[in-house]
C-alpha cells in the first residue's frame, strides 16, 4: 500500500540556519505530495503541495520538488525563523478520486533565537 | 481558511461510554474526512464522506462510525470507548474546486480513562 516516511525529530536549529526535513514515499500510480504544519495546539494547514513529477511547490520560503526517480519530496527552507517551529507533515493523497491522505509520523522542528 | 469547527475540544470518558464528536463547515465543501493523531504515528484516516449519507471506512476504522446526514455536518461516534480511542481526532474537509487541498479543523482531545 501506499506510506510516506519522514526523518525522525526533534531538529533543532539556531535562527537563519539551513533546513531540509527528508520524506520519502512508495506508492501505485502518481500521487499528489504535500507537506502540512501543525503550530502548536492547532490543526493541520497545507504548506505545500506538488502534483506531479518535476513540480516544485513552494510558499513562505520553504521548497520542495517531486522526485519521481527518487520518490522524495523534501523540504527545504533557506534561512529559518523561530515562528518556524511546529511540527511539519509529509502526505501523499492516493489515486481514487477521494483525495485520501497518507501521512508521515511528522517531523517536530525547534528554532532557538 | 475554510470554517471549520470541531465540539466538543475536550472530552474525558470513561471506557464503555458512547461518544459523539461533531464536525461543523460553513464552506459547502462536498468532502469531510475524520482523522486521528497519536504519537508515532502522524495522522491516520478513520472514515471520510464523499456525500451527504455516502460515507466509506478509511485506514483505521474498527470501533467508529459516522453520519452526514447534511453537508455541513459530520459525526463520528464512538459506539463503546476503549483506552486505546485516546487521541486526538482532526476533521477535514475539501471543495470540488481544489481536491487536493484539505482544511483541518483545531481538534478534540479526547481521554478514554
Known amino acids: 500500500g501506499n506510506s510516506v516516511t519522514q526523518m525522525e525529530g526533534p531538529v533543532t536549529l539556531s535562527e537563519e540556519a539551513f533546513l531540509t526535513i527528508n520524506c520519502t514515499y512508495t506508492?501505485?500510480?502518481?500521487?499528489?505530495l504535500f507537506w502540512y504544519v501543525q503550530y502548536p495546539g492547532e490543526g493541520l494547514q497545507l504548506l505545500l503541495k506538488?502534483?506531479?513529477?518535476?513540480d516544485k511547490g513552494s510558499n513562505k520560503g520553504f521548497e520542495a520538488t517531486y522526485r519521481k526517480e527518487t520518490t522524495s519530496f523534501h523540504l527545504e527552507k533557506g534561512s529559518v525563523q523561530v515562528s518556524d517551529s511546529a511540527v511539519y507533515f509529509c502526505?501523499?493523497?492516493?489515486?481514487?478520486?477521494?483525495?485520501?491522505?497518507?501521512f508521515g509520523t511528522g517531523t517536530r522542528l525547534l528554532v532557538s533565537p | 481558511d475554510a470554517g471549520i469547527t470541531q465540539s466538543p475540544r475536550h472530552k474525558v470518558t470513561e471506557t464503555g461510554t458512547p461518544v459523539t464528536l461533531r464536525c461543523h463547515q460553513t464552506?459547502?465543501?462536498?468532502?469531510m474526512y475524520w482523522y486521528r493523531q497519536d504519537p508515532g504515528h502522524g495522522l491516520r484516516l478513520i472514515h471520510y464522506?464523499?456525500?451527504?449519507?455516502?460515507?466509506d471506512k478509511g485506514e483505521v476504522s474498527d470501533g467508529y462510525s459516522v453520519s452526514r446526514s447534511k453537508t455541513e455536518d459530520f459525526l463520528l461516534t464512538l459506539e463503546s470507548a476503549t483506552s486505546s480511542q485516546t487521541s486526538v481526532y482532526f476533521c477535514?474537509?475539501?471543495?470540488?474546486?481544489?481536491?487536493?487541498?484539505?482544511?483541518f479543523g483545531p481538534g478534540t482531545r479526547l481521554t478514554v480513562l
Open positions: 502526505a501523499l493523497s492516493d489515486a481514487t478520486g477521494f483525495q485520501k491522505l497518507v
Open positions: 506508492a501505485t500510480g502518481y500521487p499528489s
Open positions: 506538488a502534483t506531479k513529477a518535476d
Open positions: 464552506e459547502n465543501h462536498r468532502y
Open positions: 464522506s464523499y456525500g451527504v449519507k455516502d460515507t
Open positions: 477535514a474537509t475539501a471543495g470540488l474546486a481544489d481536491t487536493d487541498t484539505q482544511y
